[in-house]
């Protein structure tokens, strides 16, 4: 090769100025040497507690709990266990193949369908508990919508019922979040689907959906073939283990379709900033942290080149959750009112020591390990997935920095998620199919030894 000739990379030529890597650089854009690091990140995070005695003060206390996880080893086969590998091994093997050829509607189709076939299977793991059991505990949001039967009374006295120390406050996940999530549960329960199975089901097809808003995303932004060549690590990723009847997969949807809609705006038509604002606005209402979505919108917007939708996207947003203060409550107030019971709850005991880089170790191993290889060539991203990578990680590193993340990242962070996961098109293409397998035997090796408690 004569020195002026281009050098083609993994995703085409590379311009012929570009200095060619050092042995340093290639060290350090290794995706074995992410994979590695990402490994050995999850195993300190369950290793050190477990051999010092460290109490680290997770859902379950030592020593039947199993941090970093909220949860407890529980190694079982169940209902489930066919299914779920059965569709690991048909995604493996076609997956790829069918997302090259199929036309993109029947892509996002065979998508939403083969996601929710995963996450079902997955839940019927414990049989239909499974499915209905997350839902139905105490602490969960559902008990506490049976029991609304005045809106406006609910909305004016909320912020009141939230401190540890008021008469008769609100459960943990009511209390620690605004009352959207609540009110999703009040309509499910009004329309005939309050039951814990019933919601269980609503919350996992709305689950399913996510792969294609992150499809529907990608292409708006001129990123299809991204799209086309990641969508099997999305199908298969290990969040669906929390994804599958939480609460917090119902943010990650709104998340990924207020996106997608924000994407459309940029790029298609403005009229998509009505959606969008909705939407992205809405969250706000489900979870007082996922402001940091703000993060992924602007990331949208710098894929696209575009800041038009940024105004009239964020003032129908604001008007979101101003909406409720003639109700009696105001958003402020009530993230104010929250960060106090934060703190007189247990995140007080909760050592910033272990949790800072244990939060870390959570999201690799709910992300999945191969998604830290990735990161590991992030200059190897088209720019739509990788301003989306960006803007996904400064929002967990944020959110981990502020300390109101501390433990429950595995479903806290779930919106940030599958955005993390694009960082799978940065792998070599002799890695993306034994990634792809290592992606699937993860998913079932932690489904079927630890019960995650959500």
């Known amino acids: 090769m004569t020195p002026t000739a281009a050098r083609v990379g993994p995703h085409g030529p590379r311009p012929k100025d570009h200095p060619s890597p050092g042995v340093?650089?290639?060290?350090?854009?290794?995706?074995?040497?992410?994979l590695v690091a990402g490994l050995l990140l999850v195993a300190a995070a369950v290793l050190v507690p477990r051999l010092s005695g460290w109490e680290v003060h997770s859902r379950f206390s030592a020593p039947h709990g199993f941090p970093p996880w909220q949860g407890w080893l529980d190694p079982r086969v169940g209902p489930g266990t066919l299914p779920s590998v059965l569709v690991a091994a048909t995604v493996v093997a076609c997956g790829s193949t069918l997302a090259r050829r199929l036309s993109f509607a029947w892509l996002a189709i065979a998508a939403f369908l083969t996601s929710l076939a995963w996450l079902v299977s997955l839940a019927l793991i414990d049989g239909t508990a499974g499915v209905s059991?997350?839902?139905?505990?105490?602490?969960?949001?559902?008990?506490?919508?049976?029991?609304?039967?005045?809106v406006p009374a609910f909305l004016d006295g909320f912020v009141d019922r939230v401190p540890l120390h008021a008469a008769d406050n609100w459960p943990v996940h009511v209390s620690g979040h605004p009352p959207g999530m609540t009110l999703f549960f009040v309509a499910l329960a009004r329309t005939g689907l309050g039951g814990d199975?019933?919601?269980?089901?609503?919350?996992?097809?709305?689950?399913?959906?996510?792969?294609?808003?992150?499809?529907?995303?990608?292409?708006?932004l001129d990123a299809e073939e991204v799209g086309r060549r990641v969508v099997p690590f999305?199908?298969?990723?290990?969040?669906?283990?929390?994804?599958?009847?939480?609460?917090?997969?119902?943010?990650?949807?709104?998340?990924?379709w207020g996106l997608a809609a924000l994407a459309l705006a940029a790029t298609r038509s403005l009229w998509w900033c009505l959606p969008a604002g909705l939407l992205l606005g809405g969250l706000v209402l489900l979870s007082y942290g996922l402001g940091l979505a703000g993060c992924l919108a602007l990331a949208v917007l710098v894929a696209a080149r575009s800041w038009r939708p940024l105004l009239p996207t964020a003032l129908v947003a604001l008007a979101v959750p101003l909406s409720l203060a003639p109700f009696g409550y105001w958003w402020p107030e009530g993230f104010t009112v929250l960060r106090e019971r934060y703190w007189d709850g247990v995140a007080s005991l909760r050592p910033a020591s272990y949790w800072l880089w244990a939060d870390l170790a959570l999201l690799v191993a709910t992300v999945g390990p191969w998604a830290s290889a990735g990161l590991s060539r992030l200059r190897d991203l088209p720019r739509a997935p990788l301003a989306l990578v960006v803007g996904a990680l400064v929002a967990v590193l944020v959110a981990d920095l502020s300390l109101m993340s501390k433990a429950e990242v595995e479903r806290i962070w779930l919106p940030f998620m599958p955005w993390l996961t694009l960082a799978a098109d940065a792998l070599p293409r002799a890695w993306r199919r034994p990634a792809l397998i290592g992606q699937a035997c993860w998913t079932l090796l932690v489904a079927h030894l630890l019960f995650l408690g959500w």
């Open 24 to 34: 340093g650089w290639s060290i350090v854009r290794s995706p074995g040497l992410g």
């Open 133 to 150: 059991g997350v839902l139905g505990v105490p602490n969960e949001y559902l008990g506490t919508a049976r029991s609304v039967h005045d």
């Open 197 to 220: 199975l019933a919601a269980g089901l609503v919350v996992t097809v709305l689950a399913a959906t996510i792969v294609p808003a992150v499809l529907v995303t990608l292409r708006a």
């Open 234 to 256: 999305l199908v298969l990723t290990p969040a669906a283990l929390l994804l599958a009847v939480s609460a917090d997969a119902v943010m990650a949807t709104v998340a990924a």
